[in-house]
């Protein structure tokens, strides 16, 4: 059985994106990763972002980009598991079929 983790951690090398928008875009995609497991997350980026993000996607603390330093903040771990932790991308996948399997259905309905 999947049990999940407890806390999201992220630590990231994102100087090699420079001045451009990847490092908002990794830090975009683990803010999705802390909605979808209702887990906050711990981000450090050496040239980045450095946040924390707590389980509904709300950035609690931040460090601007290229500047060191320490970043204090709350956070607690976790155990509910939600359905994306029990099942992954199988409700996804689930759903896409049903979706496609009622397709023809409702394409006879409308020709009848």
Do not use: C
Not at 4 to 10: C, E, T, Y
Not at 31 to 47: K, M, P, W
């Amino acid at each position: 059985m999947k049990k999940g983790a407890q806390v999201l951690v992220n630590l990231s090398n994102d100087s090699w994106f420079g001045q451009g928008l990847g490092a908002q875009q990794h830090f975009l995609m683990g803010t999705v990763r802390a909605i979808e497991t209702r887990r906050y997350l711990l981000r450090s980026g050496n040239d980045g972002i450095t946040a924390v993000v707590d389980p509904r996607g709300q950035t609690l603390g931040t460090l601007p980009s290229v500047e060191r330093g320490v970043l204090l903040a709350r956070f607690s771990t976790l155990e509910e598991m939600t359905p994306f932790v029990k099942y992954g991308n199988w409700i996804l996948s689930f759903a896409l079929i049903a979706l496609l399997g009622g397709l023809p259905l409702l394409l006879r309905r409308r020709a009848g």
